[in-house]
């Protein structure tokens, strides 16, 4: 057999086995597959008002970076190189870096986004054993916080949804937040 024919082994990772690295492998699967959806969403309704004025070309670029950053991602899982928790903590931050300027295209998209990124983050969790799932909830929570806070202090919306997002942010059921108002 030829030694260019066989595969190099993997390098090993102290304390994550393989079943860590296929889990990260399948969560990027997903994220592939939702950057596809985002961008092919993004050009079908290009012409719609789903959008704030000029923001339609915004969230194509931001969906088309997220492909391409889940793209990029392949290549670290494959090669194991940086360490698994430093590529999941890297995975998820892109996460809610790029579903917050995603969210800030729309209002009408801002809802269904957030909830997106609270799959993200949980299954993070899954992915990671539960390790640093406070941390990946707190980033999201500010940053949800932040953005929305960004949103009305630009005009785009009233502080009656503030309240909305807040919570989800905190993670309250939708029936529990409606009583709220």
């Given at each position: 057999?030829?030694?260019?024919?066989?595969?190099?082994?993997?390098?090993?990772?102290?304390?994550?086995?393989?079943?860590?690295?296929?889990?990260?492998d399948y969560?990027?699967?997903?994220?592939?597959?939702?950057a596809?959806?985002?961008v092919?969403?993004?050009?079908?309704?290009?012409?719609?008002?789903?959008?704030?004025?000029s923001?339609?070309?915004?969230?194509?670029?931001?969906?088309?970076?997220?492909?391409?950053?889940?793209?990029?991602?392949?290549?670290?899982?494959?090669?194991?190189?940086?360490?698994?928790?430093?590529?999941?903590?890297?995975?998820?931050?892109a996460d809610?870096?790029?579903f917050?300027l995603?969210?800030?295209?729309?209002?009408?998209?801002?809802?269904?986004?957030?909830?997106?990124?609270?799959?993200?983050?949980?299954?993070?969790?899954l992915?990671g054993?539960?390790?640093l799932?406070?941390?990946?909830?707190?980033?999201?929570?500010?940053?949800?916080?932040?953005?929305?806070?960004?949103?009305?202090?630009?005009?785009?919306?009233?502080?009656?949804?503030?309240?909305?997002?807040?919570?989800?942010?905190?993670?309250?059921?939708?029936?529990?937040?409606?009583?709220?108002?």
């Amino acid at each position: 057999m030829n030694a260019a024919a066989t595969s190099m082994p993997r390098p090993t990772t102290p304390g994550y086995f393989a079943s860590h690295w296929r889990s990260l492998d399948y969560f990027n699967l997903y994220r592939l597959t939702l950057a596809a959806a985002l961008v092919f969403s993004g050009l079908l309704f290009s012409t719609s008002d789903l959008f704030r004025q000029s923001a339609n070309g915004r969230f194509q670029s931001y969906a088309f970076a997220y492909l391409m950053i889940a793209a990029l991602f392949v290549l670290g899982i494959r090669a194991r190189w940086p360490g698994f928790q430093i590529q999941l903590t890297a995975h998820i931050t892109a996460d809610i870096v790029l579903f917050m300027l995603m969210m800030s295209t729309s209002e009408q998209l801002a809802s269904g986004l957030g909830l997106l990124l609270a799959i993200s983050i949980a299954s993070g969790g899954l992915v990671g054993s539960g390790r640093l799932t406070l941390l990946y909830a707190a980033m999201a929570s500010i940053a949800v916080l932040l953005q929305h806070g960004f949103s009305i202090l630009g005009g785009g919306q009233g502080m009656t949804v503030f309240s909305r997002s807040v919570c989800y942010a905190q993670d309250i059921s939708p029936s529990a937040c409606w009583r709220m108002h």
